[in-house]
């Protein structure tokens, strides 16, 4: 049970991470142009 908290919050974290990269990458291509 323990384990399985544990594992969402890793998933949870690593959705915000990709959010985030994306965010700047997008950010980062638009300034570009």
């Known amino acids: ?5 544990q ?5 949870v974290i690593v959705l915000l991470a990709l959010c ?3 965010l700047v ?6 300034l570009d142009a």
């Open 7 to 11: 594992l969402n919050n890793h998933v």
């Open 20 to 22: 985030f990269i994306v």
């Open 25 to 30: 990458i997008d950010h980062s291509l638009y």
């Open 1 to 5: 049970r323990k384990l399985r908290t």
